[in-house]
């Protein structure tokens, strides 16, 4: 009989089925259940009109996942561009994205909006689940969510008994890392929750002037949490959450150099990024007979500081110290019928609704220092100029209201209307000038009010309980504002609108093994915004209204569990994202050119294996396979990166609460760059951009209770 260990060690696709005790009322073999909040309030995925991808908590630990970016590899037509520095995450979701100061990809934590996208990619500290959402869902959300939203929900502190873990991975590249968390009831209505992480590695870069690696990364992030359940219809919770972290520079280098020397760069000069992360959630709920009532506050203070080579060459002429620091305040109250009790209109009829009011208010502010060498602005100017470029504060305040309700007819046809309405008022003083003085200064000192209606409407029919066909029309908004640094004269843009038309089926198979969803959806915007370079400040960007675009595609998702030890999944999704006709940028027509950032496909493959060694103890492991088609880096079409895919593997060994486990990431080291962006003048290429990580490999140990 074949040896259980080397059946584990050698399945070329294994991964961890679940560790904990499916329910009683969940079949011996059946898919886990999912609850997503997709829609604001609790329900089944399986039974809402929209495509949602849920990311539960115990997948982020079996596959090892540590960021937002990577969570999205399982959700079809979803990209992040990301650079190496934590701070610069940028969504898209079929086609729509746009600037960290105006995400057209809104991420919510815990629920509350992170209105710069500079907060939206923190560590994964207990979390409990992920969930990625497409299409526009303004009429619920409001501003900046017309393509989607991306919601990161923190693990309820346990009632019933504590729990903890600790687990120690290293790697190559000199990673290692320490997690930690503990939850457990302190009394019969209170629970707590702490958790705590500290990761660090060393660059995948060499700078060849010094020998250094460039773009080393190390962080400390903390959460804690108070649940106090006073009576079954109420609880209140708080969570606190921190963020410190102290990364190297940038591993930016022209385009053209990383293709032919990947992971190589030449500085005069080496830079940091810093960025601290604090945030603080309360939310209050009551379940009521009839009506729930929810309220979450939300505080959200972060601030960034980065200095680094701005000519990204040997040469010493332009560096560059950014300072950024931004503070929020959210509150929401929603009213909404109690679950398990519509209102019933007739003996056939049922209603559930739900209505809400948020306000908020921004506090942004950006002073961006570029120093120039002598003679680098001009051969008469012998001495060192610093531009600031800008010396910026936007504020922002502004409230929405919403409501919703689905008419259930004989329990099969469900018609749903909703609308949200949304005013704001923002106010900008920009200054960008030279010290010394060589040219004049300029000041803006401006204010705008923005308003706009988000309407969605869907119709869903059940062939039965787990087979669902549905479409829906809905409008999204990006707002207008202001950029911190653009041009003269583009200080300003307009509000971003599309409609996305969509048409689904969800089905359930086998006694609940196999679940099959597909979706086909059609957008189309005007005002477009885009974020391009800004020709009078190197390396920065402004969004301007470019025109209009269109974006169609497919979605599909699979998910089975044939065994109780055998889990599979995978996911396709097929773009096609356009500019429309008379769409200009920088005076240029990209009337008709691809959207950037937009892939031509995405896939993700996975499989998970789990095998019993004896009583106490199991071996299991996991693989995947994502694959990225090509999509260009420019509204222009100038530059693109091809059609790649990456493949990760995870195995190890669980023995009465003690876990070893060892992994590679990127496991055949694809060469790929991710992200890239026009830079004329100083790179050789006119594009400057990032590796994506290479192969990375090591193990883990952990014990738990």
Known sequence: MPNPVLICLLAPLVVSAAQNAQPQSVPPVALPTVTVTAQKEPADPQRLPISVTAIPGGLIDDAGITSVGEAAEFSPNTHFAELSARKISNAFIRGIGSSPSNPGITTFIDGVPQLNSNSSSVELLDVGQIEFVRGPQSALFG??????LVSVASARPSLTG???????????????????SVSGPVSGSVAVGLSFGHSQRDGFTVNDVTGHSLDSRSANAGRAQVLWVPAPTWEARLIVYGERA????????????????????????????????????????HEGRRVAVTSTMGYVSWETRDLTDLDYT???????DNAEHDRQFTEEVRLASAAGAPAQISSGIALTWQTGLFVFTQNYAQDAVNTFAPQVLSPNLPFAVDQHSPLAALDDAGLGAYGQGTLTFGGALEATIGARVDRERKAATLDTFYTPAVAPPLAVDAERTFADVSPQASLAYRFATDRTVYASIGRGFKAGGFNPA????????????????????????AGGRLSANAAVFSIAWDDMQLNVPNPVAPAQFFIANVGSAQSSGVEVAVNARPRTSVDLMATAGVTRARFGSGSMSGGVDVSGRELPNAPAYTVSLGAQYSRQLSATSRCYGRAEAVFTGAYYYD????????????????????SRGLVAEAWVKNAFDTRYIPVAFAYGGLAPSGFLGENGHPRTFGVSLGVGF
């Open 635 to 654: 509204e222009a079409n100038r530059e693109s990166q091809a059609a790649y895919s990456l493949v990760s593997i995870r195995a190890g060994v669980r």
């Open 246 to 285: 102290r990364d190297g520079d940038y591993a930016l280098n022209d385009l053209g150099e990383l293709r032919q020397r990947p992971f190589h760069a030449a500085r005069d000069y080496e830079g940091r990024t810093d960025r601290d992360v604090g945030s603080a959630t309360m939310i209050l709920r």
């Open 486 to 509: 653009s041009p003269p004269g583009l200080e300003a843009y307009g509000e971003e609108h599309a409609w996305n038309l969509e048409g689904g089926v969800k089905t359930v198979w």
């Open 162 to 180: 504590w729990t903890g873990g600790l687990s120690v991975p290293f790697g190559s590249a000199g990673a290692r890392a320490v997690r930690a």
């Open 143 to 148: 501003r900046n969510t017309l393509g989607g």
């Open 314 to 320: 040997a040469l010493p002429l332009i560096t560059r």
